[in-house]
């Protein structure tokens, strides 16, 4: 959070008048990376990358059109250069490691049209050692005063044939989607992060950092391997307009020679955001733990609905409470707490009342009985895609929230039967200038009432948990509620291609833990019992729920015990091995103790390795606690639920076998002695 | 043009309110297609088509975002089901045929929301043997006045595996590309035409048909091989704004067992058309060939601009008129005979002067010089994307051309620095709703004023030429400019390519006959003399220009014979063989006498074959004039100007051998004896 060593910053090597039309290069702090900026004879501005002298990002344009003047897009030259370099170390306040570096060298290119307008774009690059951001600064000036950004014209021509594990972008509005596997030449229209594999083995993922007051980037692939920007749209008209001067996010590419690095260089994404905004947050946000009124709706054994099925009911709520306080889980959600739950809710403008509860539900009681036993009721607030009727309840609702000690809210933006409803009327997308707004909004007016936020149905996540670390965790992507009900179900993949695609935007409310290992009427889910333990140090998140019922945990007490067990912060993350949508072994330390943690998954195909325990404190002993799948254990079968725990007293000097069983994991405590 | 015979139509087979939630289906005439509407569990209408039993396009959604108002995508029912029956033929005043069949069944399906809103959506689908058209029609209703359309959701999934041939939709800004040939599940977002070929051989073709006030539609691939429309943007607001009642344009998809069966079922896009508007076409436009003051500024030798250079001189135009009074052509083009061209035209908002001459061009004088020896001039109005101006001057400047005898104009929207400048200030896209009324209103304002219409950097061809058949031709993919300086090139496959996919949408001027075979500065251009030949029989056109220069034709006088004989008006028209992408013969029946003509081309390779003369009316002798390519020729080589004119005399039994040389052609007068 705070910048602990400014080693060096800010250092401007210059920052000149220029006249020649050379290029412009910047190398990363270790010379890995050069990145180059250039203008073609047309006056485009293009970018390029190079890592270790072979191409990267072959020349790829940059430009806007905008709705009222001419496009943005040729006749510019380079007038004014600067450079600065910094390393620095900054402390989170939750994350998967404490200390986050950030060592980037930074070239700041100003860029003038040569016609009468002599419009001005500012490119600011900050070259990694894995990866890069870049972003475009329109500069206070007298010949464009509001942008009305219809499209933005940034591309990335990718240089290298590979791989590309993608999800459809702009699509159903949302990102729950299994991923796709396909060349890069067969991608269409991708969220981001996309992730990248050239056949040489070079990693690679797109994605944007710190999108604030502007429109969600799609990639969409124009022709070969050439990808551009497509902004989400908007319902009223371009879908960015800002006020000079403004910044567009940054447009961020991760570049790492294997899967795990990968998975480390997503660092990059914090380091372009803003710093924390909340210095305080560590009085009253910490990391945790929470079980809720929520698998039995998915299971249709409860409703969100008032009647006989009613689940957020005051007994059962209590039942949560209870089972939260006996088991060290900090924080119970219960979605159906208030009025608009009735008819369909899915319906276009359907109206929630955020600031009272069903007479079911006893919000005053159950909170007051749940802080007596040192549990929080968590929040929710279910939108169904409303924002003018939440946006003006907003206030009240926190306010409530806050006056009952309800420190948490998950909100939910289920907007499919009609688009998300905006204060002016109008109909927006999920990612779009509108909702990169409200959801700030929200965050904001949160942190007002020290509330931690966790939207469903979000705008992906770009970082903003450096600048406002109450918005502790989001969805944005298929998650285990697909299992209760879905069709198909997630398979194994899915869990392993989010680990390396979404998670490397930030944490995801998963919902782990579902020991029963099965969904609506029964249906088995494809996941082995260790895998439900593995998934809360795969899937990282600062909230983690025991998504299963209480009954469903009581049947299961050993594998229980991981749950109980496992923390949600943590003071170091090293992915061990990794291989994109195939593998995972990721071990991470408590913050808060000695001990570490492993988790690993697998796709469909089983698989076995020697784990080397190097990453362990040396010199130190530990009881390994091992979850492991059993000899039987393969999601397609009964053997799914197949566990073998065992422990064994280990250093870091020694190796454990794993196997991970087809669709299975494997989750391991290391109790520190 | 008019309806010469009404066998059977608008017979209401049914019309009632329906209960049930079956499918509906329509079959085509013959039964080869077959056509199904349905809703999906969550009620989105789904269409879907089978040839002969087999899937073709795959269950594909139909629906609307809206601005202002919940999307129409989902919670739909059927509640009116209506079946039309047509078979007619019309007669086009002129064309690659006199005369088009139309023959289809027609389905109409009205989709009610179950929800309060009960908006109305009726789907028209017409299906032929060889292709089908459906449109949206937005019915006067009471929840629904203005319909704000930010995205067309209709698919097309298609269901078999195959090859594509396709250019970027939606990235420069026009059509000016060479095309790609891909899987279909390489395709990015494309334009349409769009042509497959499935590995099973069948040969399909999206486009659409009567673009009337409303954003073309460009098709991106989703994922697998689904696609889906997207709209030209606007750089105002929603893509589409239109009062109710109104209906999309159709979309169409062509259905063909071969590529030259593909090339005869294009018709569809016309007989989706509504009929002409101008009944006495044939009194004041006739198909003709044209010179102009052109090409030598593409070859840099002379110039738009003011200057030494200026081709648009009084004394070089009439080098022209006296030229092409000389060989038979009708009219003279030329370029920079109005001011605006000095400075740096491109540049936005540039102004031209579309109502009087520069010093230089004795307008007046010289249309009289022209239409003294049986000339015309041809006018041209350069806008550079400025349609504010152009609008502003428009009556005035076809009034001037009406009063000087010019009856046809090119006009032309370059606008590739700034995008175009519409009336309100807005910057719009080539292929928007904008310019989509922009380019009628041109039409209709020349059409009062007897004035025919050839838009460069137009809007794409969607049949209108029916209805409006002073729109005579446009271009509006990578034509012959190309070859005088592009980089690259056209390679010999781009002419086939066209062929296969532009050219199923209607005319081009392509402007071909480049004798030279050089462009700027003496480069080779890539095809053989034969083949310059071809162009005129293989590229459809009502207006074909003489594009080389008047002294580079008096250095090939036999095979300017072939250009001076062509014409450009058709009785018949047949592809006799044809691959996409790979090579074409044609033949083509005279309109005016009993002479056919063939054009083949070919791309890299040379072919040969046995050409059968079967489409030769029965009992006839011909001289069959043979310009072929000689045994030397290739478009590689100094042997491209190789050309060998033969001579004998033929009927409908013989055959004749064809060889086409690398990157070369064949072109036959049969003159009928």
């Known amino acids: 959070m705070r910048n602990l060593f400014w080693l060096m910053a800010g250092m401007l090597m210059l920052a000149a008048a220029r006249a020649e039309a050379a290029p412009e290069t910047v190398v990363s702090p270790s010379g890995a990376l050069r990145f180059t900026l250039d203008t ?25 059109i905008l709705g009222d003047a001419p496009k943005l897009e040729r006749n510019f030259e380079i007038v004014e250069v600067a450079r600065h370099s910094a390393d620095s170390r900054w402390e989170q306040p939750w994350g998967e490691r404490r200390f986050v570096t950030d060592r980037h060298n930074e070239l700041v290119v100003t860029l003038r049209e040569k016609t009468p307008l002599k419009r001005l774009l500012r490119l600011r690059v900050r070259l990694f050692d894995d990866g890069l951001g870049f972003r475009i600064e329109f500069p206070q000036q007298p010949n464009l005063t509001t942008a009305r950004i219809v499209e933005e014209l940034t591309e990335f021509d990718l240089a290298q044939p590979g791989t590309a594990w993608w999800i459809p972008g702009g699509e159903w509005n949302r990102y729950e989607y299994l991923y796709n596997r396909t060349p890069i030449e067969g991608v269409g229209q991708a969220h981001t992060p996309i992730t990248f594999r050239t056949d040489a083995g070079l990693h690679l993922s797109i ?24 902004l989400s749209p908007s319902g009223t008209g371009p879908s960015v307009v800002r006020d000079l001067p403004f910044a567009t996010p940054w447009r961020v590419m991760l570049v790492a020679p294997d899967a795990a690095k990968l998975y480390a260089a997503s660092d990059i994404i914090l380091n372009l955001n803003e710093p924390s905004k909340l210095p305080d947050i560590g009085t009253w946000f910490r990391p945790h733990k929470y079980v809720g009124v929520w698998w039995e709706m998915h299971l249709e054994t409860a409703s969100w609905a008032t009647g006989p099925k009613l689940g957020a009911t005051t007994a059962n709520t209590r039942r949560y409470i209870d089972f939260a306080a006996a088991n060290g889980f900090r924080s119970v959600l219960v979605e159906g707490w208030n009025p608009g739950w009735d008819g369909d809710w899915f319906a276009t403008g359907h109206d929630f009342d955020f600031t009272r509860p069903t007479p079911y539900f006893d919000l005053q009681g159950l909170s007051s009985y749940a802080r007596g036993k040192g549990v929080r009721i968590m929040g929710h607030h279910e939108t169904a895609g409303n924002i003018r009727v939440y946006e003006a309840q907003l206030g009240a609702a926190l306010d409530l929230y806050q006056r009952l000690g309800v420190d948490s809210v998950k909100t939910g933006y289920v907007a499919d039967a009609g688009g998300i409803l905006a204060p002016d009327g109008s109909y927006q997308w999920h990612d779009g200038q509108v909702m990169s707004r409200h959801h700030l909004k929200v965050v904001e007016e949160a942190a007002k009432r020290r509330i931690a936020v966790n939207p469903h149905e979000p ?33 194994p993949a899915h869990e392993v291609n989010l680990i390396f695609t979404r998670m490397l935007s930030g944490p995801m409310d998963y919902t782990p833990g579902i020991l029963s290992l099965t969904g609506k009427g029964g249906a088995p889910i494809p996941s082995t019992m260790a895998r439900q ?28 015990r991981f749950i109980k067990d496992v923390p949600a912060d943590w003071e170091q993350t090293e992915m061990l091995a990794g291989e994109v949508g195939a593998f995972a072994l990721i071990a991470r330390k408590d913050r808060h103790s000695r001990d570490w943690y492993v988790g690993g998954g697998t796709d469909e195909s089983p698989r076995e ?24 254990a393969d999601y397609r079968t009964e ?19 794993i196997r991970m069983g087809a669709g299975g994991g494997v989750a391991i405590r290391f109790r520190a002695l």
């Open 609 to 632: 390795a020697e784990l080397p325990l190097a990453f362990l404190d040396k010199g130190r002993r530990y009881e390994a606690q091992i979850y492991a799948d059993g000899p039987t």
């Open 533 to 560: 333990l593995a998934l809360y140090v795969l899937l990282y998140s600062p909230i983690q729920m025991a998504a299963d019922l209480p009954e469903n945990y009581a049947r299961h007490p050993g594998p229980f």
């Open 459 to 491: 705008i992906k996540d770009t970082g903003l948990r450096r600048t406002w670390p109450n918005w502790v965790a989001r969805e944005g992507a298929r998650g285990m509620e697909y299992n209760a009900w879905g069709n198909p179900k997630n398979p």
């Open 40 to 64: 073609d004879p047309d006056g485009r501005p293009v970018w390029s990358l190079a890592r270790e002298g072979g191409a990267v990002v072959n020349p790829s344009r940059l430009g806007f």
């Open 639 to 657: 053997g799914r639920a197949d566990i073998a725990i065992t422990k064994r007293i280990v250093t870091s000097a020694d190796r454990i076998p």
């Open 207 to 230: 994605h944007e950092a710190a999108l604030v007051d502007y429109a969600g980037m799609w990639l969409r692939r124009v022709e070969g391997q050439r990808f551009k920007a497509r």
